[in-house]
């Protein structure tokens, strides 16, 4: 079981959101425990407006990641620290966009998610390498979270 390095405490509004409440601090795939914790989030932003609901927060969101991704860059020194998870927030909102609202949706955008953030094909890798820092921690999941989009759009397309 891998262990996430210990990080800065989350008594700050910064700690608490690029971890995502601490969900980037549980052991073993940090990364998975992030897009997990997105998914209630999500949910109450379905039921309060739809769709756009979700889009417009994973935006806003982007800009908070941006902030509270660079103030625990520089606490830890680390240039892409594991426990920050508001990145996979952000992308696995995205992906819940078009996702259709049962179980066997939200997981397919989850797995879709996760699978175009490890294994990082082509754009999403580039990303992540020609940025270091807050701005490609954060990208890299945004471009990872609308591949994931564009199979849930084939998806819902084809479902009718």
């Known amino acids: 079981m891998s262990r996430v390095p210990p990080g800065p405490p989350l008594n700050t509004a910064w700690a608490l959101l690029a971890t995502w409440f601490g969900a980037?601090?549980?052991?073993?795939?940090?990364?998975?425990?992030?897009?997990?914790?997105?998914v209630p989030f999500a949910?109450?932003?379905?039921?309060?407006?739809?769709?756009?609901?979700?889009?417009?927060?994973?935006f806003l969101l982007f800009f908070v990641g941006l902030w509270a991704s660079l103030r625990y860059v520089k606490a830890t020194g680390r240039?892409?620290?594991?426990?920050?998870v508001i990145d996979e927030v952000v992308g696995q909102w995205i992906a819940l966009i078009l996702a259709p609202i049962s179980l066997e949706g939200v997981l397919l955008a989850v797995v879709l998610f996760r699978a175009f953030d490890i294994v990082k094909p082509w754009p999403i890798r580039w990303i992540e390498r020609?940025?270091?820092?807050?701005?490609?921690?954060?990208?890299?999941?945004v471009v990872a979270g609308l591949a994931a989009l564009a199979v849930m759009a084939v998806v819902r397309w084809i479902g009718g």
């Open 79 to 84: 240039k892409d620290p594991q426990d920050i």
């Open 130 to 141: 020609r940025w270091p820092g807050p701005l490609g921690v954060m990208l890299d999941d």
């Open 24 to 38: 980037g601090r549980l052991p073993f795939a940090p990364g998975t425990w992030g897009s997990l914790a997105a």
């Open 43 to 58: 949910a109450v932003l379905q039921w309060l407006g739809g769709p756009w609901a979700i889009a417009l927060a994973a």
